[in-house]
């Protein structure tokens, strides 16, 4: 099994901007993206950060062509994300995406205790168009679509839990509806909520999310390719409090 995420290169671009690279070659780039930076532009956020428009001036520097999307996250979730290099890069790995063959790992920080303390979450979602949220609806709607992910307890923290979600399906901010269908709220969470915010008296200016592992088979030569981002330094900070705090 190829490892190479343990590697610590960092790219510094212009404007003072650090890419965090931890894995590149001909084919692709994986980078752990920091929270408060977008995967891809997005119109309704012109100007906005990207880690898109900060690869491709980091390839131009390097006379290689743009990169090519893969995947995203959300702008508040911090963690792995893959960009292809060539076309022929994105396509294979857009595929092993589509077809569920990529791992994808969260860790997230939860209101409450799930129990029982592992299983798995389905649910029929479908996206509104004007508030740009997900939403619940019955397994016969024709718009909607199957949301499936398997979560495990790692450690309970008093009135949060810190949990792991591996993602079955990928559908656009499926951990965060999926956790509050069943009063899990993400601490930081502002748009997946239910009730006054006194239910959620956790401070934490973002939605407690991080992805956390990433496996896929490489396009060229098929090996194995695996790679951990451990817990940013603002996701620790606030498991060391919530522990002070539960002990």
Same mark, same amino acid.
């Given at each position: 099994?190829?490892?190479?995420?343990?590697? %610590?290169?960092?790219?510094t671009?212009?404007?003072e !901007?650090d890419?965090?690279?931890l894995?590149?070659?001909?084919?692709?780039?994986?980078?752990n993206k920091p929270?408060?930076?977008?995967?891809?532009p997005?119109?309704?956020r012109?100007g906005a950060?990207?880690?898109?428009?900060?690869?491709?001036?980091?390839?131009?520097?390097?006379?290689?062509?743009?990169?090519f999307?893969?995947h995203?996250i959300?702008r508040?979730?911090?963690?792995?994300v893959v960009?292809?290099?060539?076309?022929a890069?994105?396509? $294979?790995?857009k595929?092993?995406?589509?077809? *569920?063959?990529a791992?994808?790992?969260?860790?997230?920080?939860?209101?409450? $205790?799930? #129990?029982?303390?592992?299983?798995?979450?389905?649910?029929? @979602?479908?996206?509104d168009?004007?508030?740009?949220?997900? %939403?619940?609806t019955h397994p !016969?709607?024709?718009?909607?679509?199957?949301a &499936?992910?398997h979560?495990?307890?790692?450690?309970p923290?008093?009135?949060?839990?810190? &949990?792991?979600?591996?993602?079955v399906?990928g !559908?656009? #901010? +499926?951990?965060?509806? +999926?956790?509050? @269908?069943?009063? *899990?709220t993400?601490?930081?969470? $502002?748009?997946y909520?239910?009730?006054?915010?006194? @239910?959620r008296p956790?401070?934490?200016?973002?939605?407690?999310?991080?992805?956390?592992r990433?496996?896929?088979? *490489?396009?060229?030569?098929?090996?194995?390719?695996?790679?951990e981002?451990?817990?940013?330094d603002?996701?620790n !900070?606030l498991?060391?409090?919530l522990?002070r705090? *539960?002990?």
């Amino acid at each position: 099994m190829d490892r190479p995420g343990t590697a %610590k290169r960092r790219a510094t671009l212009g404007d003072e !901007r650090d890419l965090p690279i931890l894995y590149e070659d001909d084919a692709l780039i994986v980078l752990n993206k920091p929270a408060g930076v977008l995967a891809v532009p997005l119109e309704r956020r012109e100007g906005a950060r990207s880690v898109f428009e900060d690869l491709k001036a980091y390839l131009k520097t390097r006379r290689k062509p743009r990169p090519f999307v893969v995947h995203r996250i959300d702008r508040d979730t911090s963690g792995l994300v893959v960009f292809a290099k060539t076309a022929a890069s994105q396509a $294979q790995l857009k595929e092993q995406f589509k077809r *569920h063959r990529a791992e994808r790992v969260y860790r997230a920080l939860v209101y409450g $205790q799930p #129990n029982p303390a592992s299983g798995t979450w389905r649910d029929r @979602l479908v996206w509104d168009t004007k508030a740009l949220i997900q %939403k619940e609806t019955h397994p !016969r709607d024709p718009r909607g679509k199957d949301a &499936i992910c398997h979560y495990r307890l790692v450690e309970p923290l008093g009135r949060a839990s810190l &949990i792991e979600v591996t993602l079955v399906t990928g !559908r656009r #901010n +499926q951990i965060r509806i +999926q956790a509050r @269908l069943r009063g *899990h709220t993400l601490v930081g969470e $502002q748009r997946y909520t239910y009730g006054p915010d006194t @239910l959620r008296p956790i401070a934490f200016p973002r939605q407690a999310l991080h992805a956390f592992r990433l496996t896929f088979l *490489h396009p060229a030569d098929g090996r194995e390719l695996r790679f951990e981002a451990p817990l940013p330094d603002d996701m620790n !900070r606030l498991v060391a409090q919530l522990r002070r705090s *539960h002990g």
